[in-house]
């Protein structure tokens, strides 16, 4: 059973940082190309951005209003991806998804983990 | 960029009815692979989202089906043959041809008469 655990939400003022993980099961973790999706509070779906597998050049992209603050990696010894997002602002508060893309994006998604920008 | 406009935003169905929800993109969504890169997913209250249509028509694994999809080009639509409680959801739609990379629309919040 594919399995998606994101953890690492949590409440940080204006301008911080904080690192989001999201921790793959039950398929081949290497081969995934994954993205993180996130949701404001009562609001709709945003993509946040997505890095690719290693062997696809493990390159990433963002959308453009994270671009320059959030930074995308993987350690697939770990079967993990990771968010590092810096600059942090009041709108960046919402529940982050880690979604995987193997038969096309969005094909297994987490539970999510909320982050909370606040002063 | 492009831009995923669903209609409605609300839709109250009776059960054992069915539902149509339509997704309208601001440029045709054939990507230059030949492929047409529209997905749908539904969003239970208090879960996660869930995939259930990929490429247009193409169903997810688990997915009942009284869920379709279809269209070309620009618009497309959800179809649900015959509303059950445990569709009750917001349902987006959204493209993955072009940047930014993948679009949703705004949600159609599907809800029960």
């Known amino acids: 059973e594919v399995q998606l655990v994101e953890s690492g939400g949590d409440l940080v003022q204006p301008g911080g940082s904080l690192r989001l993980s999201c921790a793959g099961s039950?398929?081949?973790?290497?081969?995934?190309?994954m993205n993180w999706v996130r949701q404001a509070p009562g609001k709709g779906l945003e993509w946040v951005g997505r890095?690719?597998?290693?062997?696809?050049?493990?390159?990433?992209d963002s959308a453009e209003p994270v671009k320059g603050r959030f930074t995308f990696s993987r350690d697939d010894s770990k079967d993990t991806v990771y968010l590092q997002m810096d600059s942090l602002k009041v709108e960046d508060t919402g529940v982050y998804y880690c979604?995987?893309?193997?038969?096309?994006?969005?094909?297994?998604w987490g539970q999510g983990t909320l982050v909370t920008v606040s002063s | 960029d492009v831009v995923m406009t669903q209609s409605p935003l609300s839709l109250p169905v009776t059960l054992g009815q069915p539902a149509s929800i339509s997704c309208r993109s601001s440029?045709?969504?054939?990507?230059?692979?030949?492929?047409?890169?529209l997905s749908w997913f539904q969003q239970r209250p208090g879960q996660s989202p869930r995939r259930l249509i990929y490429?247009?028509?193409n169903r997810d694994s688990g997915v009942p089906d009284r869920f379709s999809g279809g269209g070309s080009g620009t618009d497309f639509t959800l179809r649900i043959s015959r509303v059950e409680a445990e569709d009750v959801g917001v349902y987006y739609c959204?493209?993955?041809?072009?940047?930014?990379?993948?679009?949703f629309g705004q949600g159609t919040k599907l809800e029960i008469k």
């Open positions: 979604t995987s893309d193997q038969s096309g994006m969005g094909d297994y």
């Open positions: 039950g398929f081949i973790f290497s081969n995934a190309w």
């Open positions: 890095i690719k597998s290693i062997a696809d050049g493990g390159t990433t």
């Open positions: 440029q045709s969504l054939v990507h230059s692979d030949g492929n047409t890169y």
């Open positions: 490429e247009v028509f």
């Open positions: 959204m493209q993955g041809t072009h940047w930014p990379l993948f679009t």
